[in-house]
T-cell receptor
Framework: ETGVTQTPRHLVMGMTNKKSLKCEQH?????MYWYKQSAKKPLELMFV???????ENNSVPSRFSPECPNSSHLFLHLHTLQPEDSALYLC???????????????FGEGSRLTVL | EDQVTQSPEALRLQEGESSSLNCSYT??????LFWYRQDPGKGPEFLFT???AGEEKEKERLKATLTKKESFLHITAPKPEDSATYLC?????????FGAGTTVTVRA
């Protein structure tokens, strides 16, 4: 495997379900991100894990819960979602500090989430 | 608050018809401007980083330029495989902000 891989690629869930999105990066980076992409809107940063510190967008509802067990793996736990949460969820990684360039993100192919 | 505006929203080109995409921005302390390409059903792919006004970067038929208020992505003699959504992002003092993108369609 190379780059950033996300599973599942597609997910349909009911409003009462609990599911998780998984992301794994094989680039040796030290920062990982969750972004939400809705049609015709800018990418919205949800969570960042950088140098083992978590930074979050305060506008993200608590029904989204991230987990980063190590620098290569990132999860997004989902529970009691709403239909407006339907979107493409993108995971990304980057190298912070040293020779890394903040803003040069490497994205996975995304998990397309549909909430019924 | 940092803002990034991309125009036009959509651009339809004939193969070989050169054109430019615009990314205008307001940011506190520009630390970098980034261009990405996104194909349908895939994540964005990093293209260029520009750090200061006057800087230019090129890759195949793409050329990115930067001024103090905006960046342009020039597509020279485009081919159908250049069809994609192009995203611009700026890194300010506190965060990375993305524009909504320009969707380019190149017809053979």
């Amino acid at each position: 495997e190379t780059g950033v891989t996300q599973t599942p690629r597609h997910l349909v869930m009911g409003m009462t379900n609990k599911k998780s999105l998984k992301c794994e990066q094989h680039l040796g980076h030290n920062a990982m991100y969750w972004y939400k992409q809705s049609a015709k809107k800018p990418l919205e940063l949800m969570f960042v894990y950088s140098l083992e510190e978590r930074v979050e967008n305060n506008s993200v509802p608590s029904r989204f819960s991230p987990e980063c067990p190590n620098s290569s793996h990132l999860f997004l736990h989902l529970h009691t979602l709403q239909p407006e949460d339907s979107a493409l969820y993108l995971c990304a990684s980057s190298q912070e500090g040293g020779t890394g360039a903040p803003g040069e993100l490497f994205f996975g192919e995304g998990s397309r989430l549909t909430v019924l | 608050e940092d803002q990034v505006t991309q125009s036009p929203e959509a651009l339809r080109l004939q193969e070989g018809e050169s054109s430019s995409l615009n990314c205008s921005y307001t940011v506190s302390g520009l630390r970098g401007l980034f261009w990405y390409r996104q194909d349908p059903g895939k994540g964005p792919e990093f293209l260029f980083t520009l750090y200061s006004a006057g800087e230019e970067k090129e890759k195949e038929r793409l050329k990115a330029t930067l001024t103090k208020k905006e960046s342009f992505l020039h597509i020279t003699a485009p081919k159908p495989e250049d069809s994609a959504t192009y995203l611009c992002a700026v890194l300010g003092d506190y965060k990375l902000s993305f524009g909504a993108g320009t969707t380019v369609t190149v017809r053979a």
